[in-house]
């Protein structure tokens, strides 16, 4: 169990720019979550898929925000046109199923300046 | 999803049982307890959870009440690595994502 993996743990990016956000899950787990976490917060969900389909996303999600996860193994989370207010920690968990535990990554940290 | 209310904070002495409470009177017979923690720079790690008896593993006993309003995680011998964000969170849908409060900081002294 090599756990969940993030990739970039940093990233330090100037407002207006994309970024892309990795996360390989669990291999065998078929549900993946992205959280949002600023300081002081607890984290804040954002979408979630089963497999490659995406079945939940939350109001937090603009249309700046896009998430995919081709062939139910790995995802993306992009963000478009960046501004200081999606400065955050970035988090990214997987399970196997019905109230299983979530498996957390340690987060993508993005600052905008 | 129903909601759950924590104290902000809560302190303890190494080596002494740490017990956090939890209320969520408005529970619906389905939700499940859930909590878990989250250390500095890194993500919520899972605690425990339950239903309706109460539970134990290797990290802590969960402690749920008999009318389920409200529920306890016990810690039975704090250290210092135990110092973090302790959070309840209650979920009835299988799938649906765990909502996170502002959780408990737990602070531990030697």
Not at chain 1, 8 to 17: F, W
Not at chain 1, 32 to 45: A, C, D, K, S, V
Not at chain 1, 47 to 55: I, K, M, P
Request: with cysteine; hydrophobic share 30%.
């Amino acid at each position: 169990d090599t756990g969940v993996s993030q990739d970039p743990r940093h990233k330090i990016t100037k407002r207006g720019q994309n970024v892309t956000f990795r996360c390989d899950p669990i291999s065998e787990h078929n549900r993946l979550y992205w959280y949002r976490q600023t300081l002081g917060q607890g984290p804040e969900f954002l979408t979630y898929f089963q497999n490659e389909a995406q079945l939940e996303k939350s109001r937090l999600l603009s249309d700046r925000f896009s998430a995919e996860r081709p062939k139910g193994s790995f995802s993306t989370l992009e963000i478009q046109r960046t501004e200081q207010g999606d400065s955050a920690m970035y988090l990214c968990a997987s399970t196997r199923g019905d109230h299983s535990p979530l498996h957390f990554g340690n987060g993508t940290r993005l600052t905008v300046t | 999803d129903a909601k759950t209310t924590q104290p902000n904070s809560m302190e303890s002495n190494e080596e002494e049982p740490v017990h956090l409470p939890c209320n969520h009177s408005t529970i619906s017979g389905t939700d499940y307890i859930h909590w878990y923690r989250q250390l500095p720079s890194q993500g919520p790690e899972y605690v425990i959870h339950g239903l309706t008896s109460n539970v134990n593993n290797r990290m802590a006993s969960l402690a749920i009440a008999e009318d389920r309003k409200s529920s306890t995680l016990i810690l039975h011998r704090a250290t210092l690595r135990d110092a973090a964000v302790y959070y309840c969170i209650l979920s009835n849908q299988a799938g649906t994502a765990l909502i996170f409060g502002k959780g408990t900081t737990l602070s531990v002294s030697s």
